[in-house]
């Protein structure tokens, strides 16, 4: 039984260049090469690229890869290389749909493989080993030493090598996974409240599949902000609301015009635990399939 190891780029595959900026240069056969695992393993490549760069289009093919790769039943579980920046974005679009009893993990690093200590060797073995030994647990992240569930995985450190934790206290419920269904050229922008925001912002979006409000505290937005939203939520255009809190579950409490109390009565949805960015995934994944979005929020 092989593990696939399947990469995308990222800092872990990363080398600085002539003027030390960081690109991916590593191809996945170097980085298993590397790692130290005693596993049977093959790599491919898909992508060389940094995870900021990793849009719909790019989520798309990782779906498709993934789900091709399962049809392998020499396949005992799959690992993806992955940039940090997005890799719980990811790692949530992936989970949405993944209904074999095979693990997805997906990993990488914060520093890079020419550094004088590369994290990404022991994550990349980590998560060999997890992809190699774990059933039916959906897809997952390894990083640092600890194995996360992709729901309700945020990243809360931009140098530190322990960067991924949970937003809820324990693990979240995976929804019923759906079938897959193309998510490039959905138009669905992240929008953060600030004090006092007006509705400029709201005013200058233009046609969208719909919108992640990235709201303050428990899910509110000020008032000029919560009445150009309201307008999009009469026109039926799907809102998710979003908390700009680092921990904690979005509760539509409040009223007035920005209140998540008033957004909720017309139509607009809390995120729950979930991050602005995983907010978007899963809108666009319900929005893609036809599915009600409350089911997979």
């Known amino acids: 039984m092989n593990v696939l190891v399947i990469s995308t780029g990222g800092t872990i595959a990363s080398t600085a ?6 690109v991916p240069t590593l191809t996945g056969e170097e980085l298993v090469a590397g790692c130290g695992t005693t596993r049977k393993v093959r790599a491919v490549d898909v992508a060389h690229l940094d ?20 049809f392998d039943e020499d396949v005992t579980g799959i690992v993806i290389t992955h940039g940090t920046d997005s890799m719980a974005e990811t790692a949530l679009a992936l989970d949405l749909v993944h209904t074999d009893a095979r693990p997805v993990v997906l990993t990488g690093a914060m520093h890079s493989a020419d550094h004088p200590r590369p994290d990404g060797p022991a994550n990349l073995r980590g998560a060999i080993e997890t992809a190699a ?28 090598n322990d960067a991924f934790t949970l937003s809820s206290p324990s693990p979240l419920p995976r929804p019923m996974a759906v079938a897959p269904a193309p998510l490039d050229g959905l138009n669905i922008p ?35 902000m919560g009445e150009a939203v309201a307008k999009l939520l009469r026109r039926g255009i799907p809102v998710v609301v979003a908390t700009s809190v680092p921990y904690g ?49």
Do not use: C
Request: aromatic residues 4%; proline residues 3%; glycine residues 16%.
């Open 133 to 160: 030994t774990q059933r039916g647990t959906g897809v997952l992240v390894h990083f640092a030493g600890g194995t996360f569930p992709a729901r309700g995985l945020m990243k809360t450190q931009t140098t530190a």
């Open 51 to 70: 995870s900021s760069s990793m849009g719909l289009a790019e989520v798309d093919m990782l779906r498709r890869t993934v789900r091709k790769s399962l």
């Open 190 to 224: 992240i929008v953060r409240a600030w004090a006092g925001a007006d509705s400029s912002l709201i005013e200058a979006l233009g046609p969208v599949d719909g919108l992640i409000l990235e709201a303050l505290g428990s899910g509110n937005v000020s008032a000029a």
């Open 249 to 297: 579950e979005v509760s539509f409490a409040y009223g007035g015009a920005g209140g998540g109390s008033t957004l909720g009565a017309l139509g607009a949805l809390p995120a729950g635990y979930l991050s602005a960015g995983q907010a978007r995934i899963a809108l666009a994944t319900a929005l893609a399939t036809g599915v009600n979005p409350r089911s997979l929020l």
């Open 17 to 22: 260049d002539a003027r030390g900026a960081l």
